[in-house]
């Protein structure tokens, strides 16, 4: 103790309370750690003092191992933090303050009240940012408070004899004088009792200084009225109540129950119910499985009947048959919930087991609510419309997406005005401890990366969750960003109900063993202040029993409602009939129309000053689209784009570098080459247009097409798109693509009309450039879950885009785009081919049949075509452009536009002419890869039924291969000979 005395005051008589301070505090720290010898004695003594303190610390803490190793943490940096005030700079500006403050103090007295109010206020800031560390979080008590250096009074010079002198504050902490003790009070309640807060990492001085006001003070304290703590009592109520009832009644059944966070469910409350108060009509739900049943039904209001219908082996209705179903936990629900008469309308997505995809599907849904409300999609209303998105612990800071979809929330286009975030935090992940699954100090150290605030919070303080709820609810409508609770709780029983934990966490699970829950933790304390007897307390939970009785009685005879997938914008919208193969749509477009449009988006205005080489392509579209004919790939798409506009759908395609477009085929913006100001063509077409948005993304596959098909889910009358910068890069959102684009429809009735263009086709650029991995799309096909399609021709590409919107049904559409075709010669078309009465071919003939005057080559006629070549995509035209030199006459090339669902009647229809024919399918793709193991058996059962001399096609294409592509010209060139050989020979 005599040393420390000793080296406090050394610490003060060391004159650092400069302008230069900090950076100096720093150069003796970096030199005591290089060399302790380097420094002066008084801070070799200091430094070496405080190392002793931190292992102290960590020598006295409690519990297992992997908690003792990790606590307590050390410091991020050094002292320069902790020591750095928040009003006045130096001394002076200090010492001016308090002698107009207290002008009959002598200069010695001034400069020591200084001194003191500079070390007051650092001792604050201390609190402020290291509070947390010794803050009360652990239900379980496994992890003791502790001390910390930065935290004790005596490093800033205040000894036991100063901690009742009144000192100087300037109004920090609601006070204009306070002693140490009056400070230490108030900031360990604020900062170190049930709650503690890191928000000092925010940049923004406004934000900051709100969550100051917000929290800090002698008056501010965790307060609720007696009925609201008897509200939040009831719910800890229900929510022990239906998790025992299940575990009683189906004891072993997997429910991944809220056992030990049950204070979830009055957090969830008060969001709600403040988020209504300060305008919030929507408030769009995600999270895991733990828990969910619960706040389905406490929170959601779905029945418990209903709950308890599907524990007896129910479905709902419609199930039985249409879709497959899913388990209880992954499912959603949606409601409508009132407060104090402000009515928030809820819905909770439908999640996988893949726990955080959910996040970024519905960031999407949000956004997409947020753009509807402005009736022309181009404004969002950030203010009425709000995700929450619930996480676990190890998924929160282990899963990519999670950073990836932090990283949409202040992006033009994705950003939602923010969200909250509740982690779960059950202290472990499966069998997995907090030192195994993290490398940070808190699961929550990834929201650091937008600076969003974090409030920690023990789970078995019921009123602490509540009120960081309310804070983090108000702190996301005033400034429009995210916010993290972290509520500290435990599992009381394993990963799920039929797992026994303690094979592998002892230490914790004999704690949780002898440990009462959060309600009678909670109803005790009522009964000690007086909120109401025991008695009372027993009557209310007897009451709630009777009443989940009651309903599991009722789920015998349980009649579900037909499902309601398909209302609220829904409406209008439903099943395709299966009677109708084609499929087409209305989908031509009057060429009157189509030459309005292109002329329009081919105008560039005056005041913009456009690039060159980017005025020259315009104006090549110009005479294209005066000409009516070789419209290209990027022509027709802007084409259909404005004509969906035009006819009030909005349109959103978004992907890395998706405004120019990667091979620069696109350029929706003109940028002005001096203000570098954007100016977009296909959002000048007429006054009572939609609005068409294109985005660059962030480097991301997975968040991104989890937001778009988010987006698509809420917004079926847009046609939303995501496009892959290569078809390849899709590999990283593959998650998105298995969980919720090719099977939503059938585990959750949730239809999607969302675009995905993957860039396809084999130009020697070596794999990850090459192959979009058609052959996954495919494997994914059935029960019509989706469509998939290679389109080779720009007319065809126009109407497969319009038919997405123009059929009263929607279904996720994969087209493999191409990128050698965007400026191919013969991948044009004209306005007749997107014209009145024209529509989508999902097979296309050959072009020497179609327009013979642009070929040298001749077609013989049907009866004497030696071989019908089947293909898709860019092969088609080198096969078209090798027959040209070749001479031949003999061989037809016929294309598939679409393989998923398989056009079995065109096919039929064509191939019917050829039945004499030797029947070859031709594909630029390893043999297992590409189409080939889709197409076969379908071509063998169709080739059959038309009466074909040749049922079984032959194969010719690269061999089966590891890699997707080559990436060496020379083995390209060889390759690519090889199928033209084989396709060719006599």
Known sequence: MAKRTELNQAFIDT????????????????????????????????????????????ANADGPSWKRDNWPPTPNGDLTNALTGDWGDNAVAAEAKIATKQPDLSADQVRQAAKDSLHALMLIRAYRVRGHLIADLDPLGLRKQGTHPELDPNTYGFGPDDRDREIFIDGVLGLEYATINNILEIVQRTYCSTIGVQFMHISDPEEKAWIQERIEGPDKQVSFTKEGRLAILQKLIEAESFEQLIH????????????????????????????????????NFGMPHRGRLNVMASVMQKPYSAIFYEFLGGVASGAEDFGSGDVKYHLGVSDDREFD??????????????????????????????????????????KRVMAVLLHGDSAFAGQGVVTETFQLSQLAGYRTGGSIHVIVNNQI???????????????????????????????????????????????????GRDVV???????????????????????????????????????????????????????????????????????????????????????????????????????????????????????????????????????????????????????????????????????????????????????????DQTTEEKYTPLNNLSDDQQYYQVLNSHLSEEAVLGFEYGFSTTAPQALTIWEAQFGDFANGAQVMVDQFISSAEQKWLRMSGLVML????????????????????????????MQVCNVSTPSNYFHVLRRQLHRNFRKPLIIMSPKSLLRHKLCVSTFEEMGPDTFFHRVLWDDAEYRPDAFQVKLVDDKKIKRVVICSGKIYFDLLEAREELGRN??????????????????KTELSRFKQADMVWAQEEPKNMGAWSFIEPLLEETLTEIGAENTRPRYVGRKAAASTATGIAAKHKKEQQAIFDGVFAK
């Open 15 to 58: 004159d650092f309370l400069d302008g230069g301070s900090a950076f100096y505090l720093e150069q003796m720290q970096a030199r005591y750690a290089d060399n302790p010898a380097s420094v002066d004695a008084s801070w070799r003594a200091y430094f070496d003092a405080l190392g002793e303190d931190r292992q102290n610390a960590r």
């Open 248 to 283: 009683k009644r189906y004891p072993g059944t997997k429910r991944f129950g809220l056992d030990g966070a049950e204070a979830l469910l009055p957090a969830l409350e008060q969001i709600i119910k403040r988020g209504g108060q300060l305008g919030l009509q929507d408030i």
């Open 341 to 382: 008469g402000n009515k928030v309308h809820l819905s909770l997505a439908p999640n996988p087991s893949h726990l955080e995809v959910v996040a970024p599907v519905v960031i999407g849904k949000a956004r997409a609510k947020q753009q509807s409300m402005s009736g022309t999609y181009r404004t969002h209303n950030p």
């Open 429 to 479: 992940g499966f069998t997995t401890t907090p030192d195994e699954y993290r490398s940070g100090q808190y699961c929550s150290d990834v929201a650091f990366m937008v600076q969003a605030p974090v409030l920690h919070v023990n789970g078995d303080d019921p009123e602490a969750v509540v009120y960081a709820a309310r804070i983090a609810t108000e702190y996301r409508q005033k400034f």
């Open 485 to 671: 609770i972290d509520i500290v709780c435990y599992r009381r029983y394993g990963h799920n109900e039929g797992d026994d934990p303690s094979f592998t966490q002892p230490i914790m699970y004999k704690v949780i063993g002898d440990k009462p829950s959060s309600r009678e933790i909670y109803a005790q304390r009522l009964i000690a202040q007086g909120d109401l007897t025991d008695a009372e307390h027993t009557q209310r939970v007897d009451d709630f029993y009777a009443f989940l009785d009651k309903e599991f009685d009722e789920a015998k005879n349980f009649e579900t409602k037909a499902p309601d997938w398909l209302d609220g914008v829904w409406t209008g919208i439903s099943l395709p009939s299966m009677d109708d193969e084609k499929r087409r749509g209305v989908t031509g477009v009057p060429i009157e129309t189509l030459k309005e449009i292109g002329t329009k988006i081919t105008t560039v205005p005056n005041h913009v000053n456009i690039h060159r080489t980017l005025k020259r392509i315009i104006k090549m579209r110009a005479d294209k689209v005066e000409a009516g004919h070789d419209i290209d790939w990027g022509l027709a798409e802007h084409l259909a784009f404005g004509s969906l506009v035009m006819e009030g759908h909005p349109v959103r395609l978004s992907g890395q570098d998706s405004e120019r477009g990667t091979f620069s085929q696109r350029q929706s913006h003109f940028i």
């Open 758 to 785: 993957l860039p396809h086709g084999y130009e020697g650029q070596g794999p990850e450039h090459s192959s979009a991995r058609l052959e996954r799309y495919l494997q994914m096909c059935a029960e019509d879950n």
């Open 890 to 907: 003999d061989i037809y090339l016929l294309r598939v536009e679409q393989f998923y669902p398989y056009p079995d009647t065109a096919l």
